[in-house]
């Protein structure tokens, strides 16, 4: 696969963030993965301030993964302000987190989320989720021209 189109992953924990690029990597999905760590990290990049200051924003991601427990700011009020804004309120955005609580179900949703995923403990079934997300994500869905 050609790697034109950019994956937004925003994960604060190392090891998920390794094995998410070595599992799209190994399976042939080998867009670019911009790493945000934190919640305020993810929106200076999608909105081009602080370090991301002079960023081309009409390059914005193919998807967003987007975990929830995030430090600075949490991942529902990241999702609530990308949806709050013009030019990213229709970026897809998955969110991938290990709470399996109703509330944040519900609110995640609520707030426009595209997908809810919760990441198994298993290895073997995170990588299997992760490659199921990477080739519908990126290959099989469709985007509106932004």
Known sequence: MV???????????????LLTRHTLKKNNICNEVVVAGDGAEALDYLFGVGSYEGRDLDTMPQVILLDLGLPKIDGLEVLRRIRSNER??????????SSEEQEDFVEGYGLGANSYVSKPVDENQFRAALLELGMYWMVLNETPQR
Do not use: M
């Open 88 to 97: 990213t309120r229709l970026l897809p955005t998955v969110i991938l987190t």
């Open 3 to 17: 790697a034109d189109e950019t994956i937004l992953l925003v994960e604060d924990n190392p090891d998920d963030v």
